[in-house]
Nanobody, 125 residues
Framework: QLQLVESGGGLVQPGGSLRLSCSTS????????IGWFRQAPGKEREGVLC????????TFGDSVKGRFTISRDNAKNTVYLQMNSLKPEDTAVYYC??????????????????WGQGTQVTVSS
């Protein structure tokens, strides 16, 4: 089963930054849409940011607007989530998913697959 690999999580103080990476050595991501999602304890998985194969970005709500950015480096077969000005409410397990249609919209978990194990992000002082 195809699976993505998330990395880069950790413990950070409020206001800090982290960069998450989503990659795989099993297949090329170049034609896929990729989305970042998160799941906090007791809550459903929700979209964060998604990027199409052509680089169009879809957001989910306003909670990360102006703080998080998504980008892709096809040469490295990697999609990044840059998270700045982190808040305690950003604490969650972050996952990336693959949309083989390439569109990455809507940025909702049901439209993505190939989930990895996730990476924990904890924002706390």
């Amino acid at each position: 089963q195809l699976q993505l690999v998330e990395s880069g999580g950790g413990l950070v103080q409020p206001g800090g930054s982290l960069r998450l990476s989503c990659s795989t050595s099993e297949f090329s991501l170049e034609q896929d849409g990729i989305g970042w999602f998160r799941q906090a304890p007791g809550k459903e998985r929700e979209g964060v940011l998604c990027i199409s194969r052509s680089g169009d970005i879809t957001t989910f709500g306003d909670s990360v607007k102006g703080r998080f950015t998504i980008s892709r480096d096809n040469a490295k077969n990697t999609v990044y989530l840059q998270m700045n000005s982190l808040k305690p409410e950003d604490t969650a397990v972050y996952y990336c998913g693959r949309d083989p249609t390439g569109w990455a919209t809507p940025c909702l978990p049901n439209y993505f697959n190939s989930w990895g194990q996730g990476t924990q992000v904890t924002v706390s002082s």
